[in-house]
């Protein structure tokens, strides 16, 4: 059965499909959309633990949640044991999971020694989990890359370490850092773990679909999937994966549907930011949503220049009026 409920640690989720945590995107209001849509699980962005230890508010407002926005992840970077733990400590009573980022592979993360150049230092990463393991008892994982070279096989040593100092999952993504986002994800790489390592292995990379989901789910014998950029103005692939392994009909998003979503989505935003913290960030997921629409374009160009909520809320009505058309 590939749809099936997913053991972290203490935690027990309903089933195993995934929102990743990704900076500038999974916010509060994202989260719960996704939620609505299917997520049995959703991440914080990247939230800095030098942010967090010298108190920066901007950093603590990446953790604003809800009752409805659980159970939560929050996923720290940072490169030094001791302030990891110190950040897992002051989180603990906030989020279900704490996931400690080692695959982020742009370079304002991996200039710090942070994200995925920890994969160049093997020993800080044990380190690195043994701290944060004796500072808290919450559901530990990490996510990482197959490796800082593309022929590097890192991977394997790192999901060894994290079994044996203590983490409850590892959510892996084989492509390496020198690839960015560039090729395809080496899924042949996530079976390999999951034969190396007894916690759970979640994959992720390069689920648009869910179809994708699927095959990842049926290939790998991972334990479930973390969809990161394929629900970007598609949170219905959680709601869509379900269906598929469910055996059920597959719902189709009509461009009524996809505004009645973005409609949700920028009135849960303006709920809990101010206006124009809410036209700046909509304004990029308004463009996801609109991806794939006849007069994609213009319609995009409509949502970059809007000027107030009003503005959006009009353009998503015409969204809406496009299959009448």
């Not at 499909?17 to 962005?45: D, K, M, Q, S």
Request: glycine fraction near 8%; charged fraction near 25%.
């Amino acid at each position: 059965m590939l749809l099936r409920p997913l053991k972290i640690g203490s935690l027990v989720l309903s089933d195993n499909l995934l929102l990743a945590p990704l900076a500038g995107v999974t916010n509060h209001a994202f989260r719960l959309i996704c939620r609505f849509e299917g997520a049995c699980l959703a991440y914080t962005e990247m939230v800095s633990v030098n942010g967090l230890v010298r108190d920066g508010k901007k950093t603590f407002a990446l953790l604003s949640s809800s009752d409805a926005d659980c159970p939560l992840g929050v996923q720290l970077f940072g490169d030094q044991p001791e302030l990891l733990a110190k950040a897992a400590a002051m989180v603990e009573n906030q989020v279900e999971l704490i996931d400690i980022n080692m695959g982020c592979p742009v370079r304002k993360v991996v200039g710090t020694g942070a994200g995925s150049a920890l994969l160049k230092d093997t020993p800080r990463i044990t380190a690195i989990i043994k701290a944060v393991r004796k500072a808290t008892t919450l559901p530990l994982t990490i996510k990482i890359r197959s490796g800082w070279e593309q022929q590097d096989e890192t991977w394997q040593e790192v999901g060894k370490i994290a079994e044996a100092e203590g983490c409850d999952g590892i959510t892996f993504h084989p492509r390496s850092r020198s690839q960015m986002f560039s090729g395809r994800a080496d899924w042949s790489k996530i079976a390999a773990l999951k034969q190396c390592i007894k916690i759970p292995v979640i994959g992720n990379g390069d689920l648009f679909s869910a179809d994708d989901c699927r095959r990842m789910l049926e290939e790998t014998g991972c334990d479930g999937v973390m969809i990161a950029r394929g629900a970007m103005g598609n949170p219905w692939i959680f709601r869509q994966t379900k269906e598929l392994l469910a055996g059920t009909e597959v719902s189709v998003i009509t461009p009524s549907a996809r505004a009645a979503t973005a409609r949700k989505h920028l009135h849960l935003f303006s709920e809990h930011a101010e206006e124009k913290t809410v036209l700046r960030e909509m304004k990029k997921h308004l463009g996801w949503y609109i991806h794939g629409l006849n007069g994609a374009a213009a319609l995009r160009k409509k949502a970059h220049a809007a000027g107030s909520l009003c503005e959006m809320y009009k353009l998503l009505d015409e969204i809406s009026a496009l299959e009448e058309g």
